[in-house]
Nanobody, 127 residues
Framework: QVQLVESGGGLVQAGGSLRLSCAAS????????MGWFRQAPGKEREFVTA????????YYADSVKGRFTISRDNAKKSVYLQMDSLKPEDTAVYHC????????????????????WGQGTQVTVSS
């Protein structure tokens, strides 16, 4: 069983930056592909970005490409989301997710692919 805990959310002005962290405990972190998703009030959860087990492959939603960067530190059992040039439409609860996988290269963009989820951290971007 894997527990995921997000941190780093907060209130920021448009154009600002935040760095989210997701710390994992339990399980074998290096066997998990990781992803970040977000959910705004009244909207469905949407994919933000994903990273493979080693960190060499990443994939981004078009809405965040060029502004957000996902990374991971397997020694620290953590995944990070650097968010720059934030916009009001980025306001949401951000969740990290883990998928146990035998693939060293795959990244996963469907929420249904993930087995473990964190509780989320609120990001609010003011205009």
């Amino acid at each position: 069983q894997v527990q995921l805990v997000e941190s780093g959310g907060g209130l920021v002005q448009a154009g600002g930056s935040l760095r989210l962290s997701c710390a994992a405990s339990g399980g074998s972190f290096t066997t998990y592909a990781m992803g970040w998703f977000r959910q705004a009030p009244g909207k469905e959860r949407e994919f933000v970005t994903a990273i493979n087990r080693s960190g060499g492959n990443t994939y981004y939603a078009d809405s965040v490409k060029g502004r957000f960067t996902i990374s991971r530190d397997n020694a620290k059992k953590s995944v990070y989301l650097q968010m720059d040039s934030l916009k009001p439409e980025d306001t949401a609860v951000y969740h990290c997710a883990a998928k146990p996988t035998s693939s060293a290269t795959y990244v996963y963009s469907r929420s249904g692919s993930y087995d473990y989820w964190g509780q989320g951290t609120q990001v609010t971007v003011s205009s």
